[in-house]
């Protein structure tokens, strides 16, 4: 056999292989008889001329009524999407202890920015999820609510400035600067300036690191499938540059408000008591600290500034209900002397509604993610949820 032969040879075995390799993982959902989408090579379900997440649940919701779940493919590994409420109800709430992960890549040792609560999974997820707990309580928010009206006095000002300069200004920008600001103040007690100056340090890495991935989407889904392969080929999961920022950020001022004893009653304030604790379980390290605080400006800035976008938009849209708003806002500001009050906000209930229904038409995050952590068999079915 000459040398072409065999290259040919070895081509028509490679295709053969891969052919068979995705026909078996494509044949998952279909071995198991249940409902669902037909998968195409070699993305699965995905699809890179998605319109958007949202039309492609309006697909998988066309079979409500008719199954409690429905099959797709993540590349070759199967999902399920459950459509029915009272599955959704066990997986989330009564079988919690089945579905306690998000199966989120972290790579503690060459990225300690990745493991924050957001992508740990169970007892790593508890022991920090338990621990922050005391950041969520009302008297907290309470607390915070002054610093969030102190930056929306500056977003004031930098939005009546800007409309003296154009007729049109671009709100998402200017809004995601605000909560940059409102983040920054509230988790790291830092002036973030980003109002003031829209190319600040913080507005910066924000971006990146939510609009700029660290690797190209092909190694993305690599590092999705086979976590513990990219893992030892050390693949991160953030910008090395939006990594050192950030901790060199937490670092600082960590530093600053132990050498100083400065105690704030923020958030920075809690993770360094929790950093003090003699006991060592009970403690978290600074790359830990870290870790938590930049899930935090990067969970809250752009949820919370394209919410507040798209409750603009359809108030523009919808004239009279935002005379209502209107009304309601000047009365609760006439009953509170003329001031912007925590009372006050818990009063605003039309508006609420408002922003209720916003993120009900345009979810900031459109989905919950679980994964499960051991075989769990469907309650009046014979399907199991197979681990991972
Ligand atoms: C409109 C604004 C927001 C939306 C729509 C939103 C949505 C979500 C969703 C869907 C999850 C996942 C929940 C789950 O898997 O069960 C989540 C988790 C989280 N969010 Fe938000 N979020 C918003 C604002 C914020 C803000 C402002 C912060 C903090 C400053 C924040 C911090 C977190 C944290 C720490 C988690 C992880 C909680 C855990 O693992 O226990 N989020 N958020």
Sequence with gaps: MDLLTIGVLAIIALATLIYLYFKKRFSYWENRGVVHLKPSFPLGNLSLKQPHFTEFMIDIYKYK??????????????????????LIQNILVKDFSSFHARGMYVNEVDDPLSAHMFSLDGEKWKSIRTKLSPTFTS??????????????????????????????????DLLG????DVIGSCTFGIECNSLKDPNSEFRQYGKKASSEPPMPLIMHMLVLLY?????KLHLRALRK???????????STVNYLKENNIQRNDFMDLL???????????????EEMAAQA??????????????????????SLNQDIQEKAREEITQVLIDHDGKLTYEGMQQM?????????????????????????????????NLVIEKG
């Design 241 to 251: 540059d939006v990594t050192d920022f950030f901790l060199d950020t937490v670092r």
């Design 65 to 86: 009524g008719g199954t409690p779940l429905v099959g797709i493919y993540f590349v070759t590994k199967p999902i399920v999407i459950p459509i029915e409420l009272d």
């Design 177 to 180: 600067r605000f909560t940059t």
């Design 139 to 172: 008297g907290k928010m309470k607390y915070m609510f002054l610093t969030v009206v102190a930056v929306a006095e500056r977003f004031l000002e930098t939005l009546g400035d800007s409309v003296k300069l154009e007729s049109q200004l671009e709100v998402t």
């Design 272 to 286: 360094i008591q929790i950093n003090n604790n003699p006991n060592e379980a009970d403690k978290i390290s600074l």
């Design 227 to 231: 976590p513990d392969l990219a893992r």
């Design 349 to 381: 209930t039309y508006l609420e509604k408002i922003v209720n229904e916003t993120l009900r038409k345009y979810p900031s995050l459109p989905f919950l993610i679980r994964s499960t952590v051991r075989d769990y068999a469907m309650p009046d079915s």
């Design 294 to 315: 930049f899930l935090f400006f990067i969970a809250g800035f752009e949820t919370s500034s394209s919410v507040m976008t798209f409750c603009l938009y359809e108030l």
